[in-house]
């Protein structure tokens, strides 16, 4: 029987999860990206932060080939995915992708929209994608929703539902391109919640993110990307707490309104809402 792979393989590798090098992203004339070199290692957290336009979600999709590099390799598991020859679709399973909007299949149910991927893709048979399907539901606490239809689902748990289908097909690395900006504020927490959940299990996970409590709170690294580049990055103490760059400051200054966190009722700690 085909075995789902498990969220982390302890057993390998000495390189880097996730290594890209000298990237580069041209839309016509606009050069988006201009030269990213950035490795991430298994079982790490990255959290990619940064103003609006300033490439994060192209290099997000250039990871799993869903935008084609200009110029550059990405490797992910020690496979180029630049590789004219690799096989694409298989390195592509190894990937989960999380974006804003869910994605669901409207008129199936949750667990179809689990088991149907792991069938077409994956060639799993019906008993096992359901198990498959099953696992993953309790993973992020909707076991109770497996036969509803995703517009039965408020949006925290279509983000959810979406997680799940991605964790379905086992991947060795999940990207997240703003999970939570399409959701109201009241149900941001829920799905930040299963997202700290994967990463304490150990999963490799690349978040593109406004969630400044996330980055802090379950990053290992934080990237301040600006203009196609990476200005700086490190542990999210110093690059939220205490950046280097006057960019990342102005940055953090614009998003996290000091106003906000003097207001009478905040505690003083921790990022104020909005944004979050
Ligand atoms: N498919 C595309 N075709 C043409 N231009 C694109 C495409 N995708 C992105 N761009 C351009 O690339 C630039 C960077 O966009 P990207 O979405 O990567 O930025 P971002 O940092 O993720 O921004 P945001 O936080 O607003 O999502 C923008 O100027 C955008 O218009």
Redesign the pocket.
């Known amino acids: 029987m085909q075995q789902e792979a498990p969220a982390v393989d302890t057993t390998a590798t000495d390189g880097p999860e996730i290594e890209i090098r000298g990237l580069h992203k041209s839309?016509?004339a606009?050069h988006?990206l201009r030269g990213i070199d950035l490795d991430i290692a298994r079982g790490e957290v990255v959290c990619v932060i940064?103003?609006?336009?300033?490439?994060?979600?192209?290099?997000l999709r250039c990871v799993n080939l869903l935008?084609e590099p200009s110029e550059g390799r990405v490797f992910v598991g020690g496979t180029e995915l630049t590789d004219p020859d690799v096989d694409i679709d298989a390195v592509r399973r190894r990937i989960g992708m999380v974006f804003q909007q869910f994605n669901l299949f409207p008129h199936v149910s949750v667990r179809e929209n689990l088991v149907l991927p792991q069938r077409r893709v994956l060639g799993r048979n019906k008993a096992e994608a359901e198990a498959v399907a099953r696992k993953n539901l309790a993973r992020v606490g909707l076991s109770d929703k497996s036969e509803a239809y995703p517009a039965q689902l408020s949006g925290g748990q279509q983000q959810r539902v979406a997680i799940a289908r991605a964790l379905s097909m086992g991947p060795e690395v999940m990207l997240f391109d703003?999970p939570t900006s399409a959701l109201d504020p009241e149900l941001v927490g829920e799905v930040l919640a299963v997202m700290r959940v994967l990463a304490g299990e150990g999963m490799t996970m690349m978040v593109?993110t406004h969630e400044m409590s996330f980055a802090r709170e379950v990053a290992d690294r934080v990237v301040f990307?600006d203009g196609g580049v990476i200005v700086e990055q490190g542990p999210a103490a110093q690059v939220v707490g205490d950046p280097l760059e006057e960019r990342t400051r102005s940055f953090l200054n614009r998003i996290l309104d000091p106003a906000a966190a003097e207001a009478p009722g905040a505690r003083g700690e921790g990022p104020p809402a909005p944004p979050r």
């Open positions: 839309f016509g606009n988006v940064g103003p609006s336009g300033s490439g994060k979600s192209t290099l935008e703003e593109v990307m």
